[in-house]
Structures are given as C-alpha cells and as structure tokens.
C-alpha cells in the first residue's frame, strides 16, 4: 500500500479536496441540523395531542350577544340537525358532545387532605372520537376511578397565573397525572365522591372529557330528568380543508373551532421551512460531491500513466482503486462525524432558549438524524466508490 | 494482423497473416524495422491492444475472452513483459520500483534483487530516485522488475537499446538463467542490436 500511495497520491490538490470537505461539511451540517430542528422543535407543536384525530372537527352554534343573554336562542344542537349533518358527503360520522347536567365539583388533596377544589363540569363524546389507549380510555359501572382528559390550557392558567401569584409548585404533565383527585357529584338529592385520574392533556380540546359510560351512568343517576341536547358536535370528516365544510358551517351559523389551527399551520410552516433548508443543504452536498468528483477525475487523469502502468504490472482494477476510494471515504467519514460534533453543540445551544420558552417540551430523537446522516455517507460513499472504480476502468490497459 | 495493416497488401511477415507459436522453453528472436509491429505485437500479447484482426491463443484459450481479472492474473503470474519505453516510475527509487512489482508476488527475496542490481553494476543506485538515472541505467532496472514475477514467458521488447555490450551480455545472461530456471520461454525483438550472447532457437522475421 506504502508504495502505491506514494505514486498515487502525486497530484493531489489539498486545495480541491478542502474545498469539498468545506463545501461538503456545510452541506452535511446543514441537512442534518434541519432534520434536527424539525424533530426536536415538531413535538412542541404536535405534542401529545393524539387524543383527537387530526380529521375530527368540532362544530358549536354562533352565539348572538342578545340570544345569549336572553336565552330566547338555544345554542344546543337538536338530534335533527345533527342527522343533517350526518347525511353531508363531506362528514363520515359526527356526535354530539354530551354534558353533564349535575354539579361537579372537584379536589386535589396532598396527603389526603384536600388542598383546593373547583366547581366544574365533564363532556363526553363516543369513545370512537378518543385516540387513545383504550385500557386507559374506559369506565364500567363500580369503578371508583373516572378517567379525565384535561385542556392543555389548564395546566399553562395554573403554571403561569394561579402558581407563580401563590408561591405554589409550577406542575407539569407528568405530575399532573399522578395527583390524586377527588371527584363530588351532586344532584337529583344524592351525593358520590369518586377518584379522578388525569390520563392527559389535549390542546385541541377545550372541554374537561370523561368516557361515554360513565357520562350516561352519571346523567342517569344525577339528572334523570335534564334534557341533554348537545352544545357541540364532533365530526369526523375526509378533508378538513374542504370549502364545502366551510360552506355549510356558514349557511347554518355553525362554527368549527380552529384552537388546533394554530399548531397545525405552524407545524406545517415548520415542515416546509425545514424541508426548504434540507434541499439547501442537499444541494450543497450534491455540488460538493461533484467538486470531489471533478477532484479525483482531474487526479486519476494526471496519473493516468501511472495507473496504467500499476495496472500492466498486475495489478488489478479493485486494488489500483482502492487507495482514491478509501482517501474519498475517509473524507466523509471526517466530514460525518465533524458534522454531527457541530451539530450535537449547536444543538445543546438552542435546546438551552426551546427549554427556556418551552419547559414542558420533550428531547426529540436524535437517531432520525443519525440515520439520515448515516444514509447519506452511505451513499455519497458508494457512489465515490463507484465512480472512482469506473473512471480506472476507463483507462487502456 | 493488426488493425493499421489492413490495407497495406504487400505485407511480407512471418507473423502477420501466419499461424505462429511459441513453445515454453524455448528463445525466440523477433527481428524487424521499425514499424513494423513489434511493440504492437508485445501490446497484443500482453492484453494491452486488441485492434488485430486474427486470434491470439493462450494453451488453446482466446485472450479476447479474458477479463480485468484474468489480465492482472496473467501479468502476474504468466507473462512478464520488459517495455520498449520501460514503464518505469520516475518519482519513486530504483529499488522502489522493483519492490512495488515484488510486493505484489511475492517471488524474489532482496538478497538475489541485491544480487543482480550488483552484476548489472548499478548497486550504488538502489537509492536514487529513478528520474534522476541514465536510460541505460533504467533498462537495466526495468529488466530486473520484470524478473521478480514467475513467469511462463519473458518478453523483452528492445531491451538492449542503450547498452554496451558487455552490460548487455550480463543482462542476457541473467535473464536466460531465469528463463531455464523457470523452464520458460524468451521472446526478444530487436530492430538490429541484439544479446549476441543468447542461442536462439528461432529468429522470426516480422
């Protein structure tokens, strides 16, 4: 090997080659920080919400500021509006939220002491609408235990209004789940003191979501005589972009919440700017790669001779080849792992400000990116490998 | 019949447009003028050229079908050919470039490389890096790289040009040692000079 790298390696241009590895290592970071960036920053966004499909709509009345104050306009839905909705060809299903028509109140206890406790109410909707786990999404008659999905908003009013003028604790998700809750529900002359466990928290949501049995166990012992027309429908639509959606809403003075809108368009624009600076980045690899290619092409043809001659000596395609295509692997091998120091640093940077404005916010996994770097090298390295190997071939010999 | 000749109908050879064979074991001088073909011929047989018209058989085999493979396995094994423009490596030293042919076969220990450097009179030149040597001088490391190959055939393509009689002499002597030794056969081409010292079984006219 000593030998031939010493004939081999005459003509090398450090310049070329440290331009490519410049270039290359730009385009690398680049790629890679990009796929970083969406990875750890998308949760943020997307986090958790899994409780509400994506193509699920929720619909309310528009609520006139007279009919609300007189209550002359009712806001509930009745069971045939809800059919309408059922027939249009944009809507695959649709449900009514059912709420409660007793008096909630509820405790959180330290100790088994209850510390503070609110007046509040549940909804339900089919547990088909419910992403979840459904071990943990289910209530039968007996069970002490209510499962409840909170807003995700509670928790930041708690946090960032009610902790921090009290000196309490500021809570995050996880906490929040494994506090005991007592639950007291009141009406029709009876009283129960039941256990609420928070399972999780949707942003989607804005409604406190206990499961449908348990909603229709309670109404029936607690309210045996409210009606119980709904006030919001959840639907489960094709497309949720689809103006004919938009269309009927208005004509029937419907309106969807778009709470959810905000995430999505900001997870979308954080797609598209992450992918924009990929193609950057790749684009910046793929001339590189051309640099390094036009680099030993220029090599192998300055030592064409030399070659040739190796190779009427006996020597064979693969082992004249071998030192250019180990040089080139090398190289990106260097670049790789000096991509991935820069970026594991400039990463620790940004996780340091997303922690501060996010405090709740998740790592995000690393192996994408370690993967996409490794697929990279991978090919970058063969097509080297590959094009080094056809260019000797190419000589006479 | 190589390519180029193809028009030219007056050809007179004993090689082009004959069958011919050379047997191991045996020595063969080629003799001809220049332009004749004779670095074309060695190209042929060295797997270099194909642009003849013909067929070239190795034991029976058509070198046409030979691959990338086959032709390093040849060369390294099978047929050692010493360059009319020697082939030599002017960046590396007159011993580098025999070792880069060594390390490859594996065939010769320094001592009898050390050896021959010695009789052809060039010892003090191991070192010196090969651009910076006579022509001479290269012939003479160019044939002693191609003796540290095994080989069924030794091909020396004018490898006397620019020596004097007596290195050329020694550099037969070496080379026909190596051939017996080998059982193999000798094929020289010549355009005049040639190793007066050698007995050749045939002297073939191109």
Known sequence: ?397 | MPAVFAGNKCLTSDVWRHDIAFDKGRTYLVEAASGTGKSTMCSYIIGYRNDYSGRILFDGEDIRSYGDARWAEIRKRSISLLFQELRLFPELTAWENIAIKNQLTGHKQDAEIRGWFERLGIEDKTDCRLGLMSYGQQQRVAMIRALVQPFDFIVADEPISHLDEDNSCIMADIMHEEAVKQGAGMIVTSIGKHMSNLKYDYIIKL
């Open chain 1, 1 to 397: 090997m000593g030998l031939i790298w010493k004939l081999l390696r005459q003509h090398i241009s450090v310049l070329q080659l440290a331009g490519f590895f410049v270039a290359n290592l730009m385009g690398m970071l680049i790629v890679l920080l990009a796929m970083q960036f969406y990875q750890d920053l998308g949760p943020v966004f997307t986090s958790k919400d899994s409780f509400i499909h994506d193509d699920y709509l929720i619909a309310s009345k528009r609520i006139s500021t007279m009919g609300g104050l007189t209550g002359g306009e009712t806001s509930s839905f009745t069971s045939g509006e809800i059919e309408d909705l059922g027939k249009c060809s944009f809507v695959n299903s649709v449900a009514g939220f059912v709420a409660s028509q007793y008096k909630v109140a509820c405790y959180i206890g330290i100790d088994n002491v209850e510390q503070f406790g609110t007046e509040m109410f549940f909804e339900a909707v089919p547990d088909e609408f419910v992403d979840t786990d459904r071990s943990e999404w289910k209530w039968s008659e007996g069970q002490e235990e209510v499962p409840i999905i909170l807003p995700r908003t509670y928790l930041a009013i708690y946090n960032f209004g009610f902790a921090q003028s009290h000196s309490l604790p500021k809570m995050n998700e996880g906490v929040v789940s494994q506090i005991g809750m007592t639950v007291v529900l009141r009406g029709h002359g009876l009283e129960q003191r039941m256990k609420g466990r928070v399972i999780g928290f949707s942003s989607r949501l804005n409604t406190i979501l206990v499961p449908m049995e348990f909603m229709h166990w309670s109404n029936g012992r607690f309210a045996p005589d409210a009606d119980t027309c709904p006030t919001r429908v959840i639907m489960s639509v094709a497309n949720p972009t689809d103006s004919a959606i938009t269309t009927y809403m208005k004509q029937h003075g419907y309106e969807i919440e778009e709470d959810k809108l905000d995430a999505s368009r900001m997870t979308y624009f954080l797609k598209i700017v992450s992918a924009v600076i990929m193609s950057v980045g790749l684009l910046i690899s793929i001339l590189s790669f051309y640099i390094l290619m036009l680099s030993i092409y220029l090599l192998v043809q300055k030592n064409t001779v030399k070659l040739q001659n190796l190779l009427l000596l006996g020597y064979t395609t693969a082992r004249v080849s071998l030192p250019y295509q180990l040089l080139t692997v090398f190289m990106n091998i260097a670049v790789l792992l000096i991509a991935l120091g820069i970026l594991f640093a400039l990463r620790g940077w940004y996780m340091r400000m997303l922690w501060a404005m996010f405090p709740d916010m998740q790592e995000g996994k690393v192996l994408p990116t370690l993967i996409l770097g490794g697929v990279l090298f991978g090919i970058v390295s063969l097509m080297n490998i590959f094009a080094v190997r056809n260019k000797i071939n190419n000589i006479q010999h």
